[in-house]
């Protein structure tokens, strides 16, 4: 259990959930580009106080996905080295 909390709470913090991005220092603003929580975080904000679409997201979403790519072919990676 302390281990999951150990995980998430750093990317919460780092999303700009709770402070702004804009105001850490440079050196974790730059760490925040790795977290997909601060991308999705902007889109939620967008789409429930600005009421904005795809055509404006699509700078947010891109990140998101290559992250995502990322991330399942490491896993699917893993996941056959575990097998062999």
């Known amino acids: 259990m302390m281990?999951?909390?150990?995980?998430?709470?750093?990317?919460?913090?780092?999303?700009?959930?709770?402070?702004?991005?804009?105001?850490?220092?440079?050196?974790i603003q730059w760490l925040t580009f790795f977290n997909p929580l601060r991308y999705?975080?902007?889109i939620i904000r967008s789409i429930f106080l600005?009421?904005?679409?795809?055509?404006?997201l699509w700078a947010q979403l891109l990140p998101l996905l290559v992250i995502g790519i990322i991330i399942i072919?490491?896993?699917a990676f893993r996941f056959r080295k575990t097998l062999g």
């Open 40 to 42: 999705f975080m902007v």
């Open 73 to 75: 072919n490491f896993s």
């Open 3 to 27: 281990s999951v909390f150990l995980y998430y709470m750093p990317t919460v913090l780092l999303s700009g959930f709770a402070y702004p991005i804009a105001n850490m220092p440079q050196l």
């Open 50 to 56: 600005k009421a904005v679409g795809i055509d404006v």
